[in-house]
């Protein structure tokens, strides 16, 4: 078995966990291919920023995701913190070249609560005079 690399990263309500360990540069979320899996234009760019901030190539790493729950761009940013993570674990030097970039700061907003006698957390029922 080959030494690998964790990180958990946590955007909405998504959660990813992160693996990376040395290998031919395959990139795999929920057994899917990478390009496969996120489709959005950038996503994959974005998720990646992680191995240039570090001046390192993705082509050196095997990467193995399991990303759950929120949506596209929850899971992308959970992703995306998750990789960053797990290379800060991988070379402890890297952590002030990731903070700069702001991959590892936990972006701490989700949706707001519900209120009793709104529509949604801030939206009011539609007033009518008669």
Sequence with gaps: MTQYYEGVGRRKESTARVRVMSGAGKF???????????TREGDLT??????SAVGQAREGYDVTVVVTGGGVTGQT???KMGMARALVKMNAE??????????LTRDARIKER???GLK???KAPTYTKR
């Design 114 to 116: 519900k209120k009793p």
């Design 46 to 51: 974005d998720i990646l920023r992680a191995f």
């Design 77 to 79: 940013d959970a992703v």
């Design 28 to 38: 795999v979320v929920n057994n899917k291919e990478a390009a496969e899996y996120f």
């Design 94 to 103: 890297w952590n002030s070249a990731m903070r700069k970039a702001g991959l």
């Design 120 to 122: 949604r957390a801030r």
